[in-house]
């Protein structure tokens, strides 16, 4: 729960100046194999899209490249 408290936060912080700080943290997390930490990491990014117009396509676009990476390692 400490997790998802902390992503709560970050979500809830994001702005043009940090966007990129911040996904470059939650994609670190999408290296776990983790299932909850993943799922937890991925609500975030929602989050990001559905709250915050200015960053939609960059996370956009970051969860197609997970998608993809995700894919070809399997």
Known sequence: FL???KLIILTSI????NIKLL?????SYTKSNNHLLLTLTISAMSRII?????S???VLNL???????KKLKI
């Open 3 to 5: 997790f998802n408290s």
């Open 56 to 58: 939609k396509q960059l």
């Open 14 to 17: 994001v702005n043009n100046n």
């Open 63 to 69: 969860m197609l490249k997970l998608i993809i990476e």
């Open 50 to 54: 559905n709250q915050s117009s200015f």
């Open 23 to 27: 996904l470059k943290e939650l994609t």
